[in-house]
């Protein structure tokens, strides 16, 4: 039987993210949360099991997309799901990438998830 994903949200807005949480973890999706770049990358970094990136392109302290190149150097086959209220040119996109514009459907994000996460 296929373990649960593990998803990584980085949202600043934390009515955004934290209905996003709940929803997921509702789905049986293990959930960690940043609400800034800094705290992301630590979770990147120190993470073991790390099945998809759910990233705000906006973020307080950097750009998403930034830390998405980042963490794809890091990680280079981790999905990652960038959101945004603004369009979004994903030149350097991976078949790893997908782009969800804001606001958005929770179930949309479930089937992304579910399509993206390896199956343990």
């Known amino acids: 039987m296929p373990s649960s994903p593990t998803v990584l949200i ?9 209905c996003l ?3 997921l973890e ?12 800094a705290t992301a990358r630590d979770l990147i970094r120190n993470t073991p099991t790390l099945d998809v990136l759910i990233m705000d392109v906006s973020l307080p302290d950097g750009s998403g997309t930034e830390l998405g190149q980042e963490s794809r150097a890091l990680r280079p086959e981790l999905p990652i799901i960038y959101t945004t209220g603004h369009g979004l040119d994903l030149s350097c996109a991976t078949r790893f990438d997908r782009v969800m514009s804001k606001p958005y ?6 089937s992304m998830v579910q399509e993206l996460a390896p199956t343990h």
Not at 10 to 15: A, K, Q, T
Not at 26 to 37: F, G, I, Q
């Open 10 to 18: 980085v949202e600043d807005d934390f009515l955004i993210r934290s």
């Open 21 to 23: 949480i709940e929803y």
């Open 26 to 37: 509702e789905s049986d999706v293990t959930v960690l949360e940043a609400e800034n770049c």
């Open 105 to 110: 459907q929770l179930d949309a994000i479930l």
